[in-house]
């Protein structure tokens, strides 16, 4: 490649690249790189809510962090919701019934995921509470699935 023409570009090919790194210079710095609240583990979001807390920081950033911790909960959670939804729906679908199924669920993650999505909007807006809507899917589809569970099954 040739800034002068960028038009004209050469193809060269090698088997090694010998190419010095100055690690000492890239990790000298790494104390001043800020995390962001996605890549941290759920002990760092804690420490890291409780450091702003004890420095008061406004409350739109500890509802943010609050709001990312929650979410990681939730979807953890969101598996057993899902399966206690899933089974009755799955006792009350007929053999030929399949598509209906998957449509069912196709609809139910959407649903899901627009909480999640919302949550994630206005997770600066502690005004919203936006780490109790995380939650709010779970909750309906945990209590539709028991209901439904008694509904269809006999125990």
Request: hydrophobic share 45%; with cysteine.
């Amino acid at each position: 490649y040739s800034r002068k023409n960028p038009q004209i570009s050469t193809h060269t090919t090698f088997k090694e690249l010998d190419y010095p790194l100055n690690l000492k210079a890239m990790y000298d710095d790494r104390d001043n790189i800020k995390k962001r609240l996605y890549d941290m583990t759920l002990p760092e979001l804690i420490r890291h809510r409780r450091t702003l807390r004890k420095q008061g920081a406004p409350p739109s950033e500890i509802c943010e962090i609050t709001t990312e911790f929650q979410e990681r909960l939730s979807m953890g959670i969101a598996c057993l919701a899902f399966v206690l939804i899933a089974i009755p729906l799955a006792i009350q679908a007929h053999r030929g019934s399949k598509s209906i199924g998957m449509a069912m669920s196709l609809v139910l993650l959407f649903f899901f995921y627009i909480f999640i999505l919302y949550a994630e909007g206005v997770a600066d807006s502690p005004g919203r509470y936006p780490y109790v809507v995380v939650w709010f899917p779970n909750v309906l589809y945990a209590v539709l699935g028991l209901f439904l569970m008694t509904r269809y099954t006999r125990i």
